[in-house]
C-alpha cells in the first residue's frame, strides 16, 4: 500500500497522560513546554508534508498546527471527522495555511458546503473513516510524510491499523494521574502479547529541559 510516511509526536507526562483531564486541553500541560522543546516540535512541522489531529483535539484544543517557533513552510493540515463537527471558526480553518478535512457520507450536507468555503472536504467511507483508503487519497495527494499530534483516540485508530512507523516523545516531568485521563494511545487495547505493538529505541537526548526519545514501529515478518 502506497501511505505517508507517518509520525506520531506528542507530548506526554511521565504517566503518559496527554493533558489534565478529560476535555481539558492539553496546552495547559504545555505551558511547562520549554522554548528548546518547542522549537523541536515545530522542527518536524516544518518538515513533513502534512499534520493530522483528530476532531476531538480540534473541538477541545483549538489548535493551529502551523510552523511559528522556527522558519519553515506550513504542513497542509488534515482533520477526520465522522460527522464534520467542526466548529467554523476552529483556527485550523483560518487561511495561514491549506485544510483538508476528512469526513463520512453520514456528515449533514449544510455542514459540508460551509467547510467547503474553508478547506478541501473529502468524503472518505459511510459511517466510519476508512483510514487505509484516507492515507493512500493523502499520499496521491503528495502527502509523503504525515506527522499525527494526537489524540490518543486517533492515535489508537491509526496504530491498530498498522499505519503508523515512529513515535517521537517529548517527555513532561510530571504525573498528573486519573483512570480517565487521556493517555498516548487509547481505545480499547490490546488484550494478548502477541498483538501488542513492538517498539525500538532510537534515540534519546535532551532539549532544553525535556528528555526526547524516537521509537521506531517493528513491523512483523
Ligand atoms: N499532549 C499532546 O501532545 C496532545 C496532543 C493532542 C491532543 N491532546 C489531548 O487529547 C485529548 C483529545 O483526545 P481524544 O482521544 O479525546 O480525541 P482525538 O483522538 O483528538 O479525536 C478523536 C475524534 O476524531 C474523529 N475521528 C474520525 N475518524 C476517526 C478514526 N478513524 N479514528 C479516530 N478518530 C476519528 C472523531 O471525531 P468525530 O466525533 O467528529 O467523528 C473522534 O471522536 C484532548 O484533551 C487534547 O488536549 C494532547
Same mark, same amino acid.
Given at each position: 500500500?502506497?501511505?505517508? @510516511?507517518?509520525?506520531?509526536?506528542?507530548?506526554?507526562?511521565?504517566?503518559?497522560?496527554?493533558?489534565?483531564?478529560?476535555? @481539558?486541553?492539553?496546552?495547559?500541560?504545555?505551558?511547562?513546554?520549554?522554548?528548546?522543546?518547542?522549537?523541536?516540535?515545530?522542527?518536524?512541522?516544518?518538515?513533513?508534508?502534512?499534520?493530522?489531529?483528530?476532531?476531538?483535539?480540534?473541538?477541545?484544543?483549538?489548535?493551529?498546527?502551523?510552523?511559528?517557533?522556527?522558519?519553515?513552510?506550513?504542513?497542509?493540515?488534515?482533520?477526520?471527522?465522522?460527522?464534520?463537527?467542526?466548529?467554523?471558526?476552529?483556527?485550523?480553518?483560518?487561511?495561514?495555511?491549506?485544510?483538508?478535512?476528512?469526513?463520512?457520507?453520514?456528515?449533514?450536507?449544510? %455542514?459540508?458546503?460551509?467547510?467547503?468555503?474553508?478547506?478541501?472536504?473529502?468524503?472518505?467511507?459511510?459511517?466510519?473513516?476508512?483510514?487505509?483508503?484516507?492515507?493512500?487519497?493523502?499520499?496521491? %495527494?503528495?502527502?509523503?510524510?504525515?506527522?499525527?499530534?494526537?489524540?490518543?483516540? =486517533?492515535?489508537?485508530?491509526?496504530?491498530?491499523?498498522? =499505519?503508523?512507523?515512529?513515535?517521537?516523545?517529548?517527555?513532561?516531568?510530571?504525573?498528573?494521574?486519573?483512570?480517565?485521563?487521556?493517555?498516548?494511545?487509547?481505545?480499547?487495547?490490546?488484550?494478548?502479547?502477541?498483538?501488542?505493538?513492538?517498539?525500538?529505541?532510537?534515540?534519546?537526548?535532551?532539549?532544553?529541559?525535556?528528555?526526547?526519545?524516537?521509537?521506531?514501529? %517493528?513491523?512483523?515478518?
Amino acid at each position: 500500500m502506497r501511505r505517508p @510516511y507517518t509520525l506520531i509526536v506528542s507530548e506526554v507526562t511521565i504517566d503518559g497522560k496527554l493533558t489534565l483531564r478529560r476535555g @481539558y486541553s492539553s496546552k495547559e500541560i504545555m505551558k511547562f513546554m520549554d522554548e528548546e522543546a518547542t522549537r523541536y516540535l515545530h522542527q518536524i512541522r516544518a518538515k513533513v508534508d502534512g499534520i493530522m489531529v483528530g476532531a476531538e483535539t480540534v473541538r477541545t484544543d483549538n489548535p493551529f498546527l502551523t510552523v511559528r517557533h522556527v522558519v519553515g513552510r506550513n504542513p497542509i493540515r488534515i482533520i477526520p471527522t465522522r460527522t464534520a463537527n467542526i466548529p467554523l471558526d476552529a483556527n485550523i480553518l483560518k487561511s495561514d495555511a491549506p485544510t483538508i478535512i476528512i469526513t463520512t457520507e453520514k456528515a449533514p450536507e449544510e %455542514k459540508v458546503k460551509k467547510l467547503e468555503e474553508k478547506a478541501e472536504v473529502i468524503i472518505c467511507g459511510k459511517d466510519e473513516i476508512d483510514l487505509i483508503h484516507m492515507m493512500e487519497i493523502l499520499y496521491n %495527494k503528495g502527502i509523503k510524510s504525515l506527522m499525527v499530534e494526537g489524540g490518543s483516540t =486517533l492515535n489508537w485508530n491509526l496504530i491498530k491499523t498498522g =499505519l503508523v512507523d515512529e513515535i517521537r516523545l517529548i517527555h513532561m516531568p510530571f504525573i498528573v494521574g486519573g483512570d480517565d485521563t487521556p493517555t498516548l494511545v487509547g481505545g480499547e487495547g490490546f488484550s494478548s502479547l502477541e498483538e501488542v505493538v513492538k517498539l525500538k529505541l532510537r534515540a534519546h537526548f535532551i532539549r532544553g529541559s525535556h528528555l526526547i526519545t524516537e521509537w521506531e514501529i %517493528k513491523f512483523e515478518g
